[in-house]
């Protein structure tokens, strides 16, 4: 009798054994369906910064490019069948979700397994919650605020083509060329943020802090929409939040297809390693000619460094008069004429259409529009230069050739800002986007990028950047500073007597009845302070000939 019931339970349970499993599958199939759409969305990820890198066409060999194109083929075939088993799941048939349950628990270990290989594809991708692109001045102030913000080490990047750790850039321009040994400048002398009177901060300054200092890499490709970088070497870098950092590069003669223009020694100044091959060929062509193209911010101030360097020094640009974006005519007249004083022998109004070169292929002459062919060692070029936005085009808003950005430096894109040479961003003072380069906008506005970093994600107020246009120069014994907008109407003012020991004198821009800008050479910290006042102010001028009377007193009446 035992027997009997003992077969006929066995009989039961293999009855029914079948139909309990499909009951356990159609229970466990909305939860399976859970974990699979999950697993789905993250095998779409590293889909997706899988193809990335390969579309960057560099894969440092990490990656055996054919096993990874058929991984992608094998992980569109699993996103086609789970399609299958969401439309068919979609009917609500009791039979079909029970049949259906297998095959989700059975696609539910199949991608786990995709992941695992999709991931080894990868190696390890470096996580940070903030990514600064770029490793200039404006990287540097950025961690500088990071810090002061409150950041837990690990959590902030600065990746740089450079190899160094950030510096102050103005320097290689001015001190860096300087002859004598024992004063020219020398890293770790000029690291940021001495150029603003702060701490220099050295490289174990970002170790301590737990600041990733990823230098000398090259990013190649961006996906700001997969918060995703790829550098030169095949690496892929995850940020929650990134800074645009990339400022400018300089524009060469090369880009013009100007003859010969790929000779040695023929010098952009940019970088660091630009300085140092400009500074090995000073120390090779002693006392020779040295030939700048360009009669901007780098024109005048190698042209000074190179004649302190003992070089026969002559300067080119097609311009009716040097740095003629902010100089006017009479304020030109004085620095072309003290350079003359200096043995600066100035060419205006024609370009260099070709170089000749020596049978070592080194620069040997300058040949210009006008027919003149100048004799040349060493040729400085400084005609200008672009904002590194490449990377961005189509996406990220732009404007005035720069990445478009608000108050905040917030781009287009959420998450991402930028700061610097790239940025247009608004100028309260005048109610319009522009985009500025200089030194002192770097600092500024990677610090209150930062600031407006930290104040979104603590949901604190801040003021949006209310910036006045700022720059400055040094060469020789001369030292100038200019604040606010060169537009309307000049007044100059003072001794301009390029001859004078201490020349002091300076130029109001009167617009609309106020003052809008204000210029001076050979101020005192006070006066200068007065001067950036008086810009931000915009006081009222009733009388021209009574301004020009009190000259530099006016400013210092506020």
């Known amino acids: 009798m035992a027997s009997s019931f003992n077969f006929v339970i066995g009989s039961a349970k293999f009855i029914f054994a079948p139909i309990e499993r499909c009951l356990n599958f159609k229970r466990n199939f909305d939860e399976n369906m859970k974990v699979l759409q999950k697993l789905l969305k993250e095998l779409n990820t590293v889909k997706e910064v899988i193809e990335l890198r390969l579309s960057a066409e560099i894969h440092g060999g990490t990656m055996q490019t054919e096993e990874v194109k058929n991984w992608l083929d094998d992980v569109q075939r699993i996103k086609t069948e789970i399609e299958i088993i969401e439309r068919k799941a979609k009917e609500k048939k009791f039979l079909s979700r029970a049949f259906l349950g297998k095959m989700v628990e059975e696609k539910v270990v199949e991608l786990k397994a995709f992941l695992r290989k999709g991931k080894a594809f990868l190696g390890m991708v470096k996580s940070f919650k903030y990514i600064i692109v770029g490793g200039g001045v404006a ?60 701490d220099r901060l050295l490289p174990d300054w970002y170790k301590e802090k737990g600041i990733q200092l990823i230098l000398g890499t090259e990013i190649v490709k961006v996906n700001l929409a997969l918060k995703t970088l790829v550098s030169a ?90 740095m003629p974006r902010l100089f006017t005519p009479t304020m030109a007249a004085f620095y072309e004429n003290y350079y003359e004083n200096k043995g600066i022998k100035i060419i205006k109004g024609t370009v260099p259409v070709g170089f000749n070169a020596n049978a070592n292929g080194e620069v040997k002459g300058v040949k210009l529009k006008d027919g003149r062919v100048l004799e040349a060692d060493i040729v400085v070029v400084g005609v200008g230069a672009r904002p590194l936005t490449a990377l961005f085009k189509g996406q990220l808003e732009e404007d005035k ?44 506005s990677a610090e209150h990028a930062v600031k407006a970093i930290k104040a979104n994600e603590t949901g604190k107020e801040l003021e949006e950047y209310d910036y006045l ?20 109407e000049t007044l100059f003012f003072r001794d301009n007597n390029p001859l004078s020991p201490k020349p002091k004198f300076g130029s109001y821009w009167i617009k609309d009845g106020k003052i809008v800008g204000a210029f001076l050479e050979g101020g005192t910290p006070e006066e200068n302070k007065a001067i950036a006042k008086v810009s931000r102010l915009n006081p009222p001028v009733e009388n021209l000939d009574q301004l020009k009377k009190e000259g530099l007193s006016f400013a210092s009446k506020f």
């Open 401 to 444: 050739g720069g990445i478009k950005t608000d108050g905040f430096f917030k781009t287009s894109m959420p998450g991402v800002y930028a700061v610097g040479d790239v940025a247009t961003f608004p100028i309260k003072l005048y109610n319009e986007m522009r985009r500025v380069e200089h030194v002192d906008h770097a600092r500024k």
């Open 469 to 488: 246009p700022y720059f400055y120069s040094r060469i020789f014994e001369l030292s100038w500073q200019f604040y606010g907008d060169n537009v309307g």
């Open 233 to 322: 070497a095949g690496e892929i870098f995850k940020f929650q939040t990134l800074i645009i950092a990339t400022g400018s590069t300089v524009i060469r003669l090369t880009d013009f297809k100007v003859e010969g223009a790929d000779a040695k020694n023929i010098f952009y100044l940019r970088e660091l390693e630009d300085a140092d091959k400009l500074v090995e060929s000073i120390k090779m062509k002693k006392y020779g000619k040295a030939v700048i193209i360009g009669g901007g911010y780098i024109g005048l101030e190698v042209a000074a460094a190179m004649r302190i360097n003992d070089f026969d020094v002559t300067m080119v640009y097609p311009d009716p008069w040097c």
């Open 139 to 198: 990287a540097g102030y950025a961690s500088r605020e990071f810090d002061r913000q409150g950041l837990k080490p690990g959590q902030l990047a600065i990746i740089s083509k450079e190899a160094v750790a950030p510096y102050e850039r103005p320097t290689l321009s001015k001190g860096y060329l300087n002859p004598n040994p024992k004063a020219a400048a020398r890293l770790p002398e000029f690291h940021v943020c001495v150029g603003s009177g702060g």
